[in-house]
């Protein structure tokens, strides 16, 4: 048996769950560009994550999973429901039921089991959206790094769902719809603005938000020193931050161009600054990838004393583009 939705739309993304959640806007014929889902997610954030679970620190450019979906339903007053279960028959019914009735889900978990990825490494955080299914496969749509609209067999969704860990929840599963409230884009753009701006501003703990940047500086340089394979450690990061878009410049390049939207809505200078801000941010991300990417190929800590006065540098300027945004 085959059941695919009609008509279904994918949305060609570069972020996962913006890329998952935007394909569940479109067919409600919401259609907005990735870099303005991501400002309305209130998306930009920073942390550095280290515990003794993982193989090797975890640097991220966003806040934390789920919550930039939680963040776009609210400011476009939709519907958000969310299901977990520990069930994995159960997950499985919940899925199939709602795409039999036409609704295509936002599904949340750990891509190393993805057929169709090519690197194989462990990140509960993936979302993915669902739109069909089969006997054999989920048809699925991915960022398009991931090659879009992509398909997995049941059992390895199954696997990915369930895996536990590190960002990992319980099978989870999400639906958008409707409400009877409209949504005011101009009000909404500045009020996702605020919100991003002042969460960034005032982190809980001292490894996420622009303090986070800045006690990053520091820790690699630990890091380097402890490290069990300094090789693959530093280049699989690198490559994460740039090409899947955990922290290196694609957030940041993200926000300069919702930033730019807004502008162009808008007409609030400061828009204009921050934005031209952001595109300077952006390039100072992808030296320091690159750095951790010639300090993995070469074993040498200059290169992250590089990238460290580098993180010392954003997190000053991260800090006056937020103070900036706070004041539109």
């Not at 159960?90 to 036409?102: H, Y």
């Not at 860990?165 to 603005?193: F, H, R």
């Not at 490559?239 to 161009?257: H, P, Q």
Request: hydrophobic content about 40%; aromatic content about 10%; overall charge neutral.
């Amino acid at each position: 048996m085959k059941n695919i939705i009609k008509n279904f739309e994918q949305f060609d993304g570069q972020h996962c769950e913006t890329t998952a959640t935007g394909s569940l806007l479109n067919q409600l014929g919401i259609k907005l560009s990735e870099p303005m889902l991501f400002g309305l997610g209130e998306g930009l954030g920073f942390i550095f994550w280290n515990m003794k679970i993982m193989d090797f620190p975890f640097i991220g450019g966003r806040i934390k999973p789920d919550v930039v979906t939680q963040n776009i339903a609210r400011n476009l007053n939709l519907k958000l429901t969310v299901k977990e279960t520990s069930s994995i028959k159960k997950a499985w019914d919940d899925v199939k039921d709602s795409i039999d009735k036409e609704v295509a889900v936002g599904l949340k978990l750990d891509c190393y089991y993805l057929e169709y990825f090519t690197t194989k490494i462990h990140f509960a955080g993936h979302y993915v959206a669902m739109y069909g299914y089969d006997n054999e496969f989920a048809y699925l749509v991915d960022t398009m790094q991931q090659g879009g609209k992509t398909k997995t067999s049941l059992k390895s969704l199954e696997l990915a769902r369930n895996e536990k860990g590190p960002m990992s929840s319980g099978n989870l599963m999400y639906a958008i719809q409707k409400t009877e409230k409209n949504y005011n884009l101009k009000e909404s753009i500045l009020a996702a603005i605020k919100n991003n701006a002042n969460d960034y501003l005032n982190p809980p703990i001292k490894n996420i938000g622009y303090k986070g940047v800045l006690k990053t500086s520091v820790e690699i340089k630990k890091w380097f020193n402890t490290s069990k394979d300094i090789e693959k450690e530093f280049t699989t990061t690198a490559m994460l931050m740039e090409k899947a878009g955990t922290g290196g410049a694609l957030f940041r390049n993200l926000y300069r161009d919702f930033l730019k939207e807004s502008y162009d809505l808008l007409q609030i200078d400061q828009l204009n600054q921050a934005n031209k801000m952001f595109s300077d941010i952006a390039a100072e991300w992808t030296k320091v990838a690159n750095l951790f990417d010639n300090a993995g190929k070469t074993k040498d800590i200059k290169f992250i004393n590089q990238a460290s006065e580098i993180l010392v540098d954003l997190s000053e300027k991260e800090k006056k583009a937020m103070e900036l945004l706070t004041g539109i």
